[in-house]
Nanobody, 116 residues
Framework: QLQLVESGGGLVQPGGSLRLSCAASGFTLDHYAMGWFRQAPGKEREGILC????????YYADSVKGRFTVSRSVNNYAVYLQMNSLEPEDTGVYYC?????????WGQGTQVTVSS
């Protein structure tokens, strides 16, 4: 079964850091552009980061630029989202998917809550 599973979320204080993981099963990620998406409470899901296939280009939404970075695992079975200087506005459920996203790859996401 082809699926993506997110993990690593949690409760963190403003200014803190978290590292999210997106693990693939059934396929490797090396030939795909991959994205991280976020759904804040009461808002629609939005794309915040995209890593091109070949890792030659990365797109950052203005809201996360300079604070978040994305990378792939060496074995191409995972992508990671390093989040630094977290703000309360970063609270939400975080998902990974191919970019453009495919319906069949949406997982449960991982909850990130930034609060003091």
């Amino acid at each position: 079964q082809l699926q993506l599973v997110e993990s690593g979320g949690g409760l963190v204080q403003p200014g803190g850091s978290l590292r999210l993981s997106c693990a693939a099963s059934g396929f490797t990620l090396d030939h795909y552009a991959m994205g991280w998406f976020r759904q804040a409470p009461g808002k629609e899901r939005e794309g915040i980061l995209c890593l091109s296939d070949g890792d030659t280009n990365t797109y950052y939404a203005d809201s996360v630029k300079g604070r978040f970075t994305v990378s792939r695992s060496v074995n191409n079975y995972a992508v990671y989202l390093q989040m630094n200087s977290l703000e309360p506005e970063d609270t939400g459920v975080y998902y990974c998917n191919r970019n453009p996203p495919r319906d069949e790859y949406w997982g449960q996401g991982t909850q990130v809550t930034v609060s003091s």
